[in-house]
């Protein structure tokens, strides 16, 4: 992708996400289905940015899917999960660990932002992504054929019709006359 198309699309996508910023206000965040469903949606968003920056492959997707993308999910969702409106079993377990690693009010601190958080968690899913990665052709190498080594006496020697000896007079002998000028 050359950098006209990747700057157009980096600018739809920017618009695109302003609005889909816009719908996730929409959404009732007071009641846990609507938070989720806001989250997504900005995580879509986010999505949509890192695809934008979608370039030729040769980098190596699975190191940054493990190294970047990764870590990024699960501090994300803690946060994200620890913001839950109504208690459940994982915010319940999410919030007893914040508390057990002293990390509670950083984690509180951070979750004002957590559509943020959404937004960065699709963006690095997005930037892990590259063309073909999903549908990787294996490439099979055919092994080179060597030539044969010619043996050269074995070559120069007659085939097995040549070897019968067949009798002088059963041979027909052709003869041609020829005029030869001195």
Do not use: C
Not at 2 to 12: G, Q
Not at 54 to 82: H, Q, T
Request: aromatic share 8%.
């Amino acid at each position: 992708m050359n950098a006209m198309n990747r700057a157009l699309l980096t600018l739809l996508a920017a618009g695109a996400t302003g609005y889909l910023v816009w719908l996730a206000s929409q959404f009732d965040t007071h009641h846990t289905g609507g938070y989720w469903a806001a989250m997504g949606v900005i995580a879509g968003g986010g999505l949509m940015l890192g695809l934008a920056q979608l370039r030729g492959g040769g980098g190596n997707p699975i190191a940054y899917f493990l190294l970047a993308f990764v870590p990024v999910l699960v501090a994300g969702l803690w946060i994200i999960i620890a913001a839950q409106p109504h208690t459940n079993t994982f915010r319940s377990h999410i919030r007893s660990w914040n508390s057990d690693l002293g990390i509670t009010g950083a984690v509180h601190s951070i979750s004002l932002w957590n559509g943020v958080l959404a937004l960065g968690i699709g963006l690095v899913f997005g930037l892990t992504l590259e063309p073909g990665w999903l549908f990787v052709r294996r490439r099979t190498v055919a092994p080179v054929a060597t030539p044969a080594t010619v043996d050269a006496t074995a070559a120069d020697e007659p085939v097995a019709r040549e070897r019968e000896t067949v009798p002088a007079e059963s041979v027909p002998v052709k003869t041609t006359t020829r005029t030869v000028r001195t």
